[in-house]
């Protein structure tokens, strides 16, 4: 049965052998096919790259080509625009000019005339402080006459009084003078 034991080993192990150099070539196949694929794949995505690669390059000059041309009409339009500004601001500068000498004259003109107006009112008030001040000094030396014969009035009310009342004193006392004669020799005693 050793004998049969081992015989049946050796078999199995030669099936298992087999059946391992069958899977190894159908391994070796199948990676052969793979690589193939493999290949033949990286070969077509290759092309397929290039092709967009040359797309790309044709599209970005195409790209490059537009904004290019848009750039040139871009720079001729703003080269047109900028000229016809100047040209423009040159007007509207003329126009501009020429309002602003228009106002200078107009300007020039009213400050003229207010000189001329102060001018005339500053004469005015001196011409009128002139006949103020003459007044003022008539009136001054009015006052001081006025005021000359109300003293002169006063001094000889003064004068007159002093001596009505001087005289009236007078006449009393000698009055007095007589009652108190005639008064002591009534009684016998003058």
Do not use: N, P, Y
Not at 139 to 159: F, I, N, T, Y
């Amino acid at each position: 049965t050793d004998a049969g034991h081992s015989e049946a080993l050796a078999t199995l192990k030669a099936e298992v052998a087999k059946a391992a150099e069958a899977h190894q070539q159908g391994l070796e196949a199948h990676k052969a096919e793979a690589a193939k694929l493999l290949e033949a794949h990286k070969a077509d995505a290759l092309k397929a790259a290039e092709a967009q690669q040359a797309a790309f390059d044709a599209h970005k000059a195409e790209a490059e080509k537009a904004v290019a041309a848009l750039q040139q009409a871009l720079e001729a339009q703003k080269a047109e625009a900028a000229k016809a500004a100047e040209a423009e601001a040159a007007k509207v500068g003329e126009a501009q000019k020429q309002a602003l000498e228009a106002h200078k004259a107009e300007a020039t003109k009213a400050l003229e005339e207010a000189k001329s107006a102060i001018e005339g009112l500053k004469a005015e008030v001196l011409k009128a402080d002139g006949l103020q001040a003459q007044a003022l000094e008539a009136h001054k030396a009015e006052v001081a006459k006025m005021d000359e014969a109300h003293r002169q009035a006063l001094d000889s009310h003064q004068a007159t009084v002093s001596t009505k009342i001087t005289e009236e004193a007078e006449t009393r006392c000698a009055k007095f003078k007589t009652e108190i004669m005639e008064t002591l020799q009534a009684k016998g005693w003058a």
